[in-house]
């Protein structure tokens, strides 16, 4: 019968979200919206179709969130962490701190709570819902404007916070007098869980610590020889079983200690985000985690007690208004402290007013902890769910009222599959943007086949109304790049402008296609070094057009063409090999050295062209006189 049960309640939660999708993008609403009203619709309080036996696929669904922050970890190499450190904990760190100050001092003095469980609720409360955020973000094409990448960062340094935040709940619980019974297991749970239950505080935040330390060494020194091996035997099923046994394996260790799954599968993605396999891991778990997703959002809007909000209308409403409007000030001064436009300002601000997913975790953590007493964490539930609920009508006021008043500037990308390749040529091009299109111009010129892949879709009709043969798709996809002939073709040519676009496409070529030549785009001079770590034959976007300029403004101060041509072919080819020997010095992260060596280039620079003046010394005597 619970099998029958089980059963039943996916049927019916997978039918709402069949249902939901379509009837909110009717309406202009985001996915996420409408998963939370067929929640409400088929839950307790709407036609009852679920009860509290969709706890069970409540607890399944959880897993959606584990592997989002799985796949989260995966995009966050060490790297990068440290090249974002400074909004990571500048804007991260004081939205946490600002907004957890304000939430315990209210509730000290509103509810004469003791300091510890005001401490513990602030904590709580200023999480906000990296599910939610992530994906209408993304829904939109929002996700690179300048709001988007504020909201990534707080959120990031969110989830991190987490593991301290866990951490600390069990000692609070030890200096609270106030705060409900610890409720242990007694009987309930394997052997080594109630072993567990009754550690002391310290030994379990020990412990807890612990398997993160192993999460990690595992993850870098066993992980990847095992993921290296299943890919040896090709088989993509067998490479998506272990993708799948990796995360329910790590939600199943953290579990096991009473901590969020998600954490250690976000610590897992974060250790394997430098892999050369992190692209399959992605693309494996990537399904599983939409699905799973769904449910989640399904299930949240199906727990959301009214009964408990009947009772109390005017103090829910008030708790919920109240947070929204602390965490929107927060978020609205950080963003004029970090001088994002006022657009951006409010994107970031409306997008992250709400509790997070997270809030569940920690206010069960907290009950079976004794932070708070259950009833304390049944507001707590009530209060997330709603301000979860209500994030998608906030971000669409935001984006229907203020951000057409105010200007936003960030084009949105239309949903659309992408298209079907009907030619192979030797040379694929990725990108025909303002880069993209003079490379393309000039081979097709030579009489040379050039397949365009183009990411934006309006460009894409763009380009076709004007006679140019271009596909609107993600170049990075391996079915897309094998559609479009990548095995047999000559040159890949990538011309994107983001940096983590263009490196996406690099591994994925690389991995599937080692018969590909690839030639690059580099956006800037890291991007340049990275890709000639990656054996990328790359030129800098601005290098040879400045170049170009300055060989123009010798010629117009009477130097000859060709001494002034020759000239700039020198310079470049000085600078491309000092760009291939300082990528390597950037390797090593000691910023010192790198300076050094950057110094000693621009002294061999001045050498080189030493006896080479191109300068009349007669006029240079004269203009000095």
């Known amino acids: 019968m619970h099998n029958e049960h089980l059963f039943y309640n996916a049927f019916i939660f997978l039918c709402a979200a069949v249902v939901a999708v379509p009837l909110a993008k009717k309406f202009g609403l985001s996915s996420?919206?409408?998963?939370?009203?067929?929640g409400i619709v088929i839950g307790p309080f709407g036609f009852g179709l679920v009860g509290k036996e969709g706890e069970d696929v409540m607890h399944f669904a959880e897993f959606g969130v584990v592997m989002m922050l799985f796949l989260v970890g995966l995009e966050l190499a060490p790297r990068l962490l440290w090249k974002l450190r400074g909004p990571i904990i500048?804007?991260?760190?004081?939205?946490?701190?600002?907004?957890?100050?304000?939430?315990?001092?209210?509730?000290?003095f509103l509810f004469e709570f003791s300091w510890q469980i005001s401490l513990a609720i602030g904590l709580t409360l200023a999480l906000s819902s990296t599910a939610i955020v992530l994906q209408s973000l993304n829904e939109k094409g929002l996700m690179k404007s300048e709001g988007g990448q504020s909201s990534f960062a707080v959120l990031l340094f969110q989830d991190i916070a987490v593991i301290p935040i866990l951490a600390a709940f069990p000692l609070l619980a030890t200096l609270s007098?106030?705060?409900?019974?610890?409720?242990h297991g007694h009987g309930e749970g394997s052997a080594f869980q109630q072993w567990v239950d009754h550690l002391p505080a310290i030994g379990r935040s020990l412990l807890v610590l612990a398997a993160i330390v192993a999460i990690i060494l595992i993850g870098r020194f066993v992980l990847r020889h095992l993921l290296r091996a299943i890919a040896k035997t090709g088989l993509r099923e067998t490479f998506t079983m272990f993708s799948l046994l990796l995360v329910i394996g790590i939600a199943l260790l953290m579990n096991s200690l009473g901590v969020s799954p998600a954490l250690g599968a976000f610590v897992a993605g974060v250790v394997l985000a430098t892999s050369e396999y992190r692209h399959e891991l992605e693309s494996d778990i990537e399904p599983f985690k939409g699905i799973l997703l769904s449910v989640f959002f399904i299930a949240v809007g199906a727990g959301i007690d009214f009964s408990l909000i009947g009772a109390n209308p005017l103090l829910i409403a008030g708790l919920v208004i109240g947070l929204i409007v602390v965490k929107l000030g927060v978020l609205l001064l950080l963003g004029w402290v970090f001088k994002l436009s006022i657009d951006q300002r409010f994107l970031f601000a409306f997008g992250l007013c709400q509790a997070g997913e997270f809030g569940?975790?920690?206010?069960?953590?907290?009950?079976?902890?004794?932070?708070?007493?259950?009833?304390?964490?049944?507001?707590m539930i009530a209060?997330?769910?709603?301000?979860?609920?209500?994030?998608p009508l906030v971000m669409l006021f935001e984006e229907k009222i203020l951000r057409p008043r105010f200007g936003c500037r960030e084009d949105t990308i239309r949903d659309r599959e992408a298209d079907t390749i009907d030619e192979e040529n030797q040379v694929i091009l990725a990108g025909f943007g303002r880069f993209g299109n003079y490379v393309g111009r000039f081979l097709r010129s030579q009489r040379i086949g050039v397949?365009?892949?183009e990411h934006d879709s309006d460009h894409v009709e763009f380009l076709r109304k004007i006679g140019i043969k271009a596909y609107y798709g993600d170049a990075s996809r391996r079915d897309l790049l094998e559609s479009a002939g990548a095995a047999e073709a000559k040159l890949l040519i990538?011309?994107?402008?983001?940096?983590?676009?263009?490196?996406?496409?690099?591994?994925?070529?690389?991995?599937?296609?080692?018969?590909?030549?690839?030639?690059?785009?580099?956006?800037?001079?890291?991007?340049?070094?990275?890709?000639?770590?990656?054996?990328?034959?790359?030129?800098?976007?601005?290098?040879?057009?400045a170049v170009?300029?300055?060989?123009?403004?010798?010629?117009?101060?009477?130097?000859?063409?060709?001494?002034?041509?020759?000239?700039?072919?020198?310079?470049?080819?000085?600078?491309?090999?000092?760009?291939?020997?300082?990528?390597?010095?950037?390797?090593?992260?000691?910023?010192?050295?790198?300076?050094?060596?950057v110094k000693q280039s621009v002294q061999k620079l001045e050498q080189l062209f030493e006896e080479e003046q191109l300068h009349d010394p007669d006029r240079d005597g004269d203009s000095a006189g």
């Not at 007098?177 to 409720?183: F, L, V």
């Not at 209060?383 to 994030?391: C, E, N, Q, W, Y």
């Not at 101060?557 to 950037?586: C, M, Q, Y």
Request: proline fraction near 2%; aromatic fraction near 8%; charged fraction near 20%.
């Open 383 to 391: 209060v997330i769910a709603l301000t979860m609920a209500l994030t």
């Open 32 to 38: 996420v919206l409408g998963y939370l009203v067929a």
């Open 177 to 183: 007098s106030t705060g409900g019974e610890k409720q």
């Open 494 to 545: 990538i011309t994107f402008r983001e940096p983590g676009t263009t490196m996406k496409l690099v591994e994925t070529a690389r991995r599937h296609f080692p018969n590909l030549t690839i030639l690059a785009r580099a956006h800037d001079r890291a991007h340049w070094y990275d890709l000639i770590c990656n054996d990328v034959w790359s030129i800098h976007e601005q290098g040879h057009s």
């Open 360 to 379: 569940f975790v920690l206010v069960g953590f907290g009950s079976a902890n004794g932070v708070f007493g259950p009833e304390t964490g049944q507001f």
């Open 451 to 453: 397949t365009v892949i």
């Open 548 to 597: 170009f300029l300055a060989r123009h403004a010798l010629v117009e101060l009477g130097i000859d063409r060709e001494p002034a041509a020759n000239a700039s072919h020198k310079f470049l080819e000085h600078d491309f090999e000092n760009a291939t020997h300082l990528a390597k010095v950037s390797q090593e992260n000691d910023e010192d050295k790198y300076l050094s060596h």
């Open 90 to 108: 500048g804007l991260g760190g004081l939205q946490v701190i600002l907004t957890t100050a304000l939430i315990t001092v209210a509730v000290f």
